[in-house]
C-alpha cells in the first residue's frame, strides 16, 4: 500500500536521503525543505538512486506534486520525468540540468527558476509563469507554452519548442 501524504506540512523538513517511493504528496508544502538524495521514484523496485551527484539528486519520476511549495529547493539534476506539478510553486528552485520531460506543469510559477540546462521536451507549461526565468541551454522542444509568461526570461542556446534556437540573451 502506497502512503498517502495528502496536504503534508514538510515546510523546512531535512529529508535528505528520505525513501519517498510510491508515496502521494498531493498539496503537500515542502518549501525550504532539503531533498538531498531523496527518492521519489514510484517504479524503482532496487531503491537505487538514478543519478549521483552531490548538490541533489532525488528521483521524482511520476511523482505527483500538484499544488506543492517547492520554492527555493535545490533539484539540480532532479529526474522529474513525467512528474504532475500543476500550480506547483516552484519560485527560485534550483533544476539545473533536470529532466522535465513530459511533467505538467501547467500553472506552475517558475519566477526566478533556474533551468540551465533542462530537459523539457513535451512538458506541459501552459500559464506557467517563467517570468525571469533562466533557460540557458534548456531544451523546450515539443514543449507547450500555450499563454506561458516568458517576460523577461533569459534565453541563450536555448532550443525552442519549434526546434529553433534562441540565443537572444547570450
Known amino acids: 500500500a502506497r ?3 495528502h496536504g503534508a506540512d514538510l515546510r523546512g523538513a531535512r529529508l535528505n536521503k528520505a525513501n519517498f517511493r510510491g508515496v ?3 498539496h503537500a ?8 538524495g531523496a527518492n521519489f521514484s514510484p517504479t ?3 531503491g537505487r538512486l538514478v543519478r549521483s551527484t552531490p548538490a541533489c539528486d532525488p528521483n521524482c519520476q511520476d511523482a505527483d506534486l500538484s499544488n506543492a511549495d517547492l520554492s527555493g529547493a535545490n533539484l ?12 506547483a510553486n516552484l519560485f527560485a528552485a534550483n533544476l539545473y540540468s533536470a529532466t522535465l520531460t513530459g511533467a505538467d506543469l501547467t500553472g506552475a510559477t517558475l519566477t526566478n527558476a533556474n533551468l540551465t540546462g533542462a530537459f523539457l521536451y513535451y512538458a506541459n507549461l501552459t500559464n506557467a509563469n517563467l517570468y525571469y526565468a533562466n533557460l540557458y ?3 523546450l522542444t515539443d514543449a507547450n507554452l500555450t499563454d506561458a509568461n516568458l517576460t523577461n526570461a533569459y534565453f541563450c542556446n536555448t532550443t525552442m519548442p ?3 534556437t534562441n540565443n537572444s540573451d547570450c
Open 44 to 46: 524503482n523496485p532496487r
Open 29 to 36: 508544502d515542502l518549501r525550504e525543505a532539503s531533498l538531498k
Open 162 to 164: 519549434d526546434g529553433s
Open 137 to 139: 541551454y534548456a531544451n
Open 76 to 87: 539540480e539534476y532532479a529526474n522529474l520525468k513525467g512528474a504532475t506539478l500543476t500550480d
Open 24 to 26: 502521494v504528496l498531493r
Open 3 to 5: 502512503a498517502k501524504l
